[in-house]
């Protein structure tokens, strides 16, 4: 379990290290991404002016990839793919998307590209590459690790949290389809998968 030194004054720290061990224990080990994650997640309510964790769903954060770099941000947004407060659009990037649900000010936090390299200022006790980051990364000062970037939606809020009554059923197999997912297809409403493009065949 990596910890600060007891000399590191970041403001973030007491936040990050609840995370830290939060997300670590969820996971059973403790690495850099989860703590890229965590940090993004400060960096992204804090520039949003919202607190974190939260229990109600005014957050809604859209992760660009699954894996530990998620555990880091549940551990401290509180959202969850449950709670409909946590979306994954999995292009395998180290990136989220901060919402607020009420403005739909959006926000997009990622690591600089040369973060790896610079870890090694931030760990110079560290001899490895692997903990030089999971140092680095816990100590380095948000504006030499992320880039924070306003970002409009291409779809609004309510569309991608749609209604909890929404219903439809698919004209294909017939099975339903909440949440306003269905697919107009030649006039019929079909499921994505019956649409085609989905992550399965079907009907092959
Ligand atoms: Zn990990
Ligand atoms: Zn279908």
């Known amino acids: 379990m990596a910890m600060l030194p007891e000399t590191e004054e970041l403001e973030i720290a007491p936040t990050l290290q609840k995370a830290l061990e939060l997300a670590s224990a969820r996971h ?11 940090r993004a997640a400060i960096a992204g309510a804090k520039a949003l002016n919202l607190d974190v964790p939260r229990a109600d769903k005014r957050l ?10 998620v555990d880091g941000v549940e551990a401290v947004a509180g959202v969850s793919v449950g709670r409909r407060t946590l979306r994954v659009e999995d292009y395998g990037k180290m990136a989220a998307t901060f919402v607020d649900v009420k403005t739909e ?7 600089q590209l040369d973060v ?3 870890s090694h200022r931030y760990a110079p006790e560290q001899a490895r590459r692997y903990f030089a980051m999971l140092h680095g990364y816990q100590r380095m000062p948000d ?4 880039t924070i970037q306003p970002v409009r939606l291409a779809q609004p809020v309510a569309a991608i949290v749609s209604r909890a009554a929404a219903r439809a059923k698919c004209g294909m197999c017939g099975e339903e389809i909440i949440n306003e997912r269905e697919v107009e297809t030649n006039g019929r409403a079909l499921c994505r998968a019956c649409a085609g493009g989905g992550y399965l065949v079907v009907h092959p």
């Open 28 to 38: 059973k080990h403790l690495c850099p991404r989860q703590v890229l994650g965590a």
């Open 60 to 69: 809604l954060v859209i992760v660009e990839t699954d894996g530990c770099f």
């Open 105 to 111: 000010q959006a926000l997009r936090v990622a690591p």
């Open 116 to 118: 790896r390299e610079k």
């Open 143 to 146: 504006e030499e690790l992320l």
